[in-house]
Structure formats: structure tokens, C-alpha cells
């Protein structure tokens, strides 16, 4: 969930949440899968080696690759540290909240500490993610934003004390 704590580094998300259902005129070929996995455990990996792993030529590796970032099927991004940044907290919020999830998650999502939003079911609504730079910084950020949406009736923090694993690297199906 969210960024990885542990080095700086470039993700690849197969799927970006933002994007999900755009891609239905792109088709997920093995291709395109293998693409997508090479790229997931560096995504730094240049055309020409990429072309030379899979088999095809540059040009065309460049355009399978910018039709998947076009279509919504991957992003790839920079993954950093927060700690490294001067971001000293971080913490999951359990959200229960009444009326158009959809609306409330855009809203929360629209927040600047606000990394991951998630619509779930279960005991909690919505996971929020946040990343702040301190105690007094999250307090705000509760206190003052996320708790004063309206609809918003519950409100559950779990800080996060240590990172144990995060990985992007899941392949395709």
C-alpha cells in the first residue's frame, strides 16, 4: 500500500486505480505482460535492453510501452523514502462515513498528506493513507480535515511503527 518505505526507487502499478476501466481497447498480450513485469522490477530499464529481453525491436518495445501508459494499464513512478524527505509520520486511517462513498474518497483523495485511498468493505469504509511530517502535523490533518468532512462518522488511526514489505514486483495474469 502507498510508497515503499524501505529505498528510493521506480515502481511500476499495473494498474492505477484512478485509470481502472480505460483500458478496454488495449489488449494484454504476453507482450505486453512481460513488458509490464521487467518494467515492475526496474523501471528504469532502458528500450534497448527491454527490446533485446523480449525480442522485439526498440521502436516498437517504446510504443507497446507508451500505448500502456496512454491506455491506463501501468504508471511508472518514482517511489521515495519518506523518512528521507523530512516525512517522520505515517499512518493508516480506518474510515466509517454515511452517504456516497465515491464522493467522500475524492474528497479525501483531493488532501495533499493523503497518498492511498481505498473504498472497501469490512469493518471500515474507507483506508486512507497518510504521510505527515510529524505528531502535530497528523493531529492537524485529522482534527482539521479528514474528520470534518461531512459523512465521515468514524475515524480509526494505526500508526505505522516499521515497514515490514512492500513490493510492486506481482507480475500480471
Given at each position: 500500500?502507498?510508497?515503499n518505505?524501505?529505498?528510493?526507487?521506480?515502481?511500476?502499478?499495473p494498474y492505477?486505480?484512478k485509470?481502472r476501466?480505460?483500458?478496454?481497447?488495449?489488449?494484454?498480450?504476453q507482450?505486453?505482460?512481460?513488458?509490464?513485469?521487467?518494467?515492475?522490477?526496474?523501471?528504469?530499464?532502458?528500450?534497448a535492453?527491454?527490446?533485446?529481453?523480449?525480442?522485439l525491436?526498440?521502436?516498437?518495445?517504446?510504443?507497446?510501452?507508451?500505448?500502456?501508459l496512454?491506455g491506463?494499464?501501468m504508471?511508472?513512478?518514482?517511489?521515495?523514502?519518506?523518512?528521507?524527505?523530512?516525512?517522520?509520520?505515517q499512518?493508516m486511517?480506518?474510515?466509517?462515513?454515511t452517504?456516497?462513498?465515491?464522493a467522500?474518497?475524492?474528497?479525501i483523495?483531493?488532501?495533499?498528506?493523503?497518498?492511498?485511498?481505498?473504498i472497501c468493505?469490512?469493518?471500515?469504509?474507507?483506508?486512507v493513507?497518510?504521510?505527515c511530517?510529524?505528531?502535530e502535523h497528523l493531529l492537524?490533518?485529522?482534527?482539521?480535515k479528514?474528520?470534518t468532512i461531512?459523512?465521515?462518522?468514524?475515524?480509526?488511526t494505526?500508526?505505522?511503527?516499521?515497514?515490514?514489505?512492500q513490493?510492486y514486483a506481482?507480475g500480471?495474469?
Amino acid at each position: 500500500m502507498g510508497a515503499n518505505r524501505t529505498s528510493d526507487s521506480i515502481a511500476v502499478h499495473p494498474y492505477p486505480g484512478k485509470n481502472r476501466g480505460v483500458t478496454a481497447d488495449l489488449a494484454l498480450d504476453q507482450i505486453n505482460k512481460q513488458i509490464i513485469e521487467h518494467l515492475q522490477r526496474d523501471g528504469r530499464m532502458s528500450y534497448a535492453t527491454l527490446a533485446k529481453t523480449i525480442g522485439l525491436s526498440e521502436a516498437a518495445v517504446r510504443q507497446r510501452v507508451q500505448r500502456l501508459l496512454d491506455g491506463g494499464l501501468m504508471q511508472i513512478v518514482a517511489v521515495t523514502d519518506p523518512l528521507t524527505l523530512g516525512f517522520a509520520r505515517q499512518a493508516m486511517v480506518g474510515l466509517k462515513v454515511t452517504g456516497d462513498l465515491r464522493a467522500i474518497a475524492d474528497e479525501i483523495a483531493a488532501i495533499p498528506e493523503v497518498d492511498y485511498v481505498v473504498i472497501c468493505a469490512g469493518g471500515f469504509d474507507l483506508l486512507v493513507e497518510l504521510v505527515c511530517t510529524d505528531d502535530e502535523h497528523l493531529l492537524d490533518l485529522l482534527n482539521e480535515k479528514v474528520r470534518t468532512i461531512k459523512g465521515v462518522t468514524g475515524c480509526e488511526t494505526f500508526m505505522y511503527l516499521k515497514l515490514a514489505k512492500q513490493t510492486y514486483a506481482w507480475g500480471t495474469r
